[in-house]
């Protein structure tokens, strides 16, 4: 029979053998820096990258909402309404050069429905993003304007007001933007080359 000094084991000087580390050495913090900045510094170019199409697709998407605004307004009220686009705004008194802009054009008061169109107000602007501007807008029957001034109006009935809107931004990046009032759609075409086909005028 054994007795009870023979069956205990002794563990002294084994505790520094399961000693539990803790924490991090330096080494091992600098390596999780250095990987972390990488990862950031790659973020950040490939957003730098995806900003400038973004911003062009933004804008396109803003006038588009509110192109079909103004339209379904002029509609709704039985009144002619329009967009009034500015694609070269003259230099301001300080000599700097102002975004491109449009603004919506107010419809007639009730007392004066004949309210000619030069006379009607106009509301606030939207200018467009920094490095967006205008191309050119195409007018029903493809004709094209690509500097000065254009008054686009859509009919009560909702069958005027067709046209396309192309933006160019950086890198030549382009987005039309096209109204077709016989169909009531809009279409966001990344292409400059958009028009309308003969049974669309």
């Not at 069956?7 to 913090?29: A, C, M, N, Q, Y």
């Not at 686009?85 to 008061?109: C, F, K, N």
């Not at 000065?148 to 987005?175: C, K, Q, W, Y």
């Amino acid at each position: 029979m054994l007795s009870p000094r023979a069956s205990t084991v002794s563990l002294t000087g084994l505790g520094p053998k399961f000693r539990v580390s803790s924490g991090f050495t330096l080494l091992e913090l600098v390596l999780v820096v250095v990987v972390v900045a990488i990862l950031f510094s790659i973020s950040v170019i490939s957003l730098r990258g995806m900003t400038p199409k973004y911003r062009l697709r933004t804008a396109a998407r803003e006038l588009g909402s509110t192109i079909e605004q103004v339209r379904l307004a002029a509609i709704s009220r039985g009144k002619w309404l329009g967009i009034h686009y500015v694609l070269d705004p003259p230099t301001d008194a300080e000599g700097s050069e102002p975004p491109p802009y449009y603004q919506i054009i107010a419809p007639p008061p009730d007392d004066f429905p004949d309210q000619p169109l030069d006379e009607r107000e106009l509301l606030d602007r939207h200018a467009l993003p920094k490095a967006v501007h205008f191309r050119e807008i195409v007018l029903a029957g493809n004709q094209t304007i690509d500097d000065g001034t254009i008054d686009v109006l859509f009919s009560p009935m909702g069958n005027a007001g067709s046209h396309i809107v192309v933006l160019e931004g950086e890198d030549d990046r382009v987005m039309s933007i096209k109204m077709n009032c016989i169909t009531g759609l809009i279409d966001f075409i990344e292409t400059g080359n958009a028009e309308f086909r003969h049974f669309e005028d």
